[in-house]
Structure formats: C-alpha cells, structure tokens
C-alpha cells in the first residue's frame, strides 16, 4: 500500500515553481534535509550536505541582513522604469542566503551589514522576484 499524497509531497520536498508560488503569497518556505537538517535554496532533489533526498518545508523568519549588493542601473528592458535599483545577497537568521532586490531605501544608504527583512515579491514581478525592505 502507497503512502499517502501529503506524506509523499512533505518528503519529496518542493519545487522551484512552488518556492515562488509561497513568495508571491508573501511567505519565505524553504527545504530542511530530514537526514542532517540543512537547508536548501533553491530547492533541492539531493542534499548537498549528506546526500538525502528526504525534506520538509520550513518557513523562515524573514530577517536578514545584507551581504552583498549591486546597484543596477542599466536594466533589462522589462525593469527601465525602476532603475537605479538595489539587488542584494541577504543571509537569513536561519543561515541561507536569498539574492532579491532591496525597496525602500535610497540606492546611496545600502550597506553591507544592514538589517533587512523578506517583503514578498515585487508586485507585478512575472517571474516573482524576491523583496526586501530595510528593518
């Protein structure tokens, strides 16, 4: 007899499309590896720590802080509007590290070491694209 749809979904983990489904809704869920417990960003078939294939879904709190970061201006066309715009690497409490754009705050006040939080995706942002905000 097969495990049920829910316990095979839990230990398959997730896909890329369903980690952007949950920031577009706002949420920050990521993979745990049931073998060692890390965490994978992006999702993951295999852990790359122990090799395990088996997951969980954990939210994250959102903080962070800025690690690194670019100042874009000169975009892709889709984002000319929007430019001069911060992209940043921000490591979460939890130990991984999202790449997403930094909003509300001015281009010239970015610091590496500044305290930031997950906002959800731009709105309008098709692929989603992960926001930040100054905390």
């Given amino acids: 007899?097969?495990?049920?749809?829910?316990?095979?979904?839990?230990?398959?983990?997730?896909?890329?499309?369903?980690?952007?489904?949950?920031?577009r809704a706002g949420r920050l869920v990521v993979q745990r590896?049931?073998?060692c417990g890390a965490l994978a960003v992006p999702p993951k078939v295999?852990?790359?720590?122990?090799?395990?294939?088996?997951?969980?879904?954990?939210?994250?709190?959102?903080?962070?802080?800025v690690?690194?970061?670019t100042v874009i201006r000169v975009p892709p066309a889709q984002f000319a509007a929007q430019a001069p715009y911060v992209v940043t690497v921000a490591r979460m409490v939890e130990g991984v590290s999202l790449l997403g754009r930094l909003t509300g705050v001015p281009v010239d006040a970015v610091r590496v070491g500044m305290p930031v939080r997950f906002v959800g995706s731009l709105a309008n942002a098709d692929p989603p694209v992960i926001a930040f905000r100054p905390r």
């Fill in 1 to 23: 007899m097969s495990a049920p749809a829910a316990t095979a979904d839990a230990t398959r983990g997730m896909s890329t499309r369903e980690f952007f489904d949950e920031v």
């Fill in 33 to 35: 590896c049931a073998g």
């Fill in 46 to 65: 295999v852990c790359a720590s122990c090799e395990g294939v088996s997951w969980s879904r954990v939210p994250l709190g959102g903080d962070g802080e």
């Fill in 67 to 69: 690690t690194s970061y």
